[in-house]
């Protein structure tokens, strides 16, 4: 696989990224993804317990990250957690190599991150953000089309449109995410303009993951229709369909208020979901490709996948 600007600026061997992912990404897993030559991505509350320290708890994992890589590795920063601005601070302390920060202004922390020498990649989910994204001066911009597991935007674009339109209007590179999960998406995904991917849903069902094996397992045996997109007025959310989504979508369907929605959803709905494996009472996230993951394996035996099939679908496209 060739280098990129990506691979390039956070000076890793491929540019595959593992996607953030609230309760779940771990430094376990973080680390499995660096050594194998990808940029493996640490979130703050991984394995906390649902009212832990957010702050306390990124500390652990940031200084276990370090003793297991000695490869670059990230943290993601949702900038609607409420201790965002402490968050940000430690990224500093501990000279994080790479923040990857979402749902929120990325001019609030860029240039604060790269004064202490932190690389930053924003997610985005249309070109408008992207260009807000580029002039606050990230290092890189992940386009986030409809297909991914978790948060959608709002426009619900879908990243086969997304790629081209943001790579011809921004000169930072561009990082794709949502529904990649083999070479076919990362060469299709370059071949749109990309110059790396982010994937989440296949580092859910890997090993390292300290997910459930019960969701783990109901990745593995999702279909192409089984994940469908709820929570639309306060936030598109795509995840496996359970029992849960179904009484999600009879609440929207029924006009509940925000705050019926957010009440019967409680608090920690996808730890619930993706780490005690309760898919009748919390959120499953799943992209919509779940239903080319046929098996749990192991994290750094996805980056090898997708680097060894990469040529191969290229070379087929000759
Ligand atoms: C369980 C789970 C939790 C996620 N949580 C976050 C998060 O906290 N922050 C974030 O920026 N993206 C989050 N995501 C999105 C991923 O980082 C990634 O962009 C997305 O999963 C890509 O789509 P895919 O799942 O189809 O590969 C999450 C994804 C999953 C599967």
Same mark, same amino acid.
């Given at each position: 696989m060739k280098q990129t600007r990506v691979s390039q600026v956070l000076e890793i061997d491929y540019p595959i990224l593992q996607g953030g992912m609230l309760w779940l990404a771990d430094a376990g897993l973080a680390a499995a993804v660096s050594n194998a030559g990808g940029l493996g991505v640490i979130s703050p509350m991984a394995g906390m317990e649902p009212h832990g320290d957010p702050v306390k708890n990124l500390e652990e994992q940031i200084v276990k990250a370090k003793g297991l890589t000695s490869k670059p590795f990230g943290v993601n920063i949702p900038m609607d957690l409420r201790d965002c601005g402490l968050l940000m601070d430690l990224l500093l302390t501990q000279n994080v190599p790479v923040a990857v920060t979402a749902a929120g202004d990325p001019r609030l922390y860029t240039e604060l991150l790269h004064s202490g020498g932190v690389k930053v990649l924003h997610v985005v989910s249309s070109v408008k953000h992207a260009q807000v994204a580029e002039a606050a001066g990230v290092d890189g911009v992940i386009v986030e089309g409809v297909e991914a597991a978790a948060r959608n935007g709002f426009d619900e674009l879908p990243l086969f449109s997304l #790629?081209?339109?943001?790579?011809?209007?921004?000169? %930072?590179?561009?990082?794709? %995410?949502?529904?990649?999960?083999?070479?076919?998406g990362v060469a299709a995904a370059m071949a749109l303009g990309a110059e790396g991917v982010q994937l989440g849903t296949r580092f859910v069902a890997v090993k390292e993951n300290i997910a459930s094996q019960r969701y783990k397992e109901a990745i593995v045996a999702a279909g192409d229709t089984d994940t469908v997109i709820t929570i639309r007025s !306060? #936030?598109?959310?795509?995840? !496996?369909?359970?029992?849960?989504?179904?009484? !999600?979508l009879e609440l929207e369907n029924a006009g509940a208020s925000v705050e019926e929605i957010k009440d019967f959803m409680g608090h920690a709905a996808s730890r619930r979901g993706g780490l005690e494996g309760d898919l009748e009472n919390g959120e499953a996230y799943c992209g919509s490709s779940g239903g080319l993951i046929k098996h749990i394996i192991e994290a750094g035996e996805v980056v090898r996948m997708l680097v060894d099939g990469y040529a191969g679908v290229v070379d087929s496209l000759k």
């Open positions: #790629i081209p339109q943001t790579a011809d209007a921004v000169q %930072a590179p561009v990082i794709a %995410a949502g529904g990649i999960v083999d070479s076919r !306060l #936030i598109p959310s795509r995840s !496996l369909k359970t029992p849960f989504t179904q009484v !999600l």
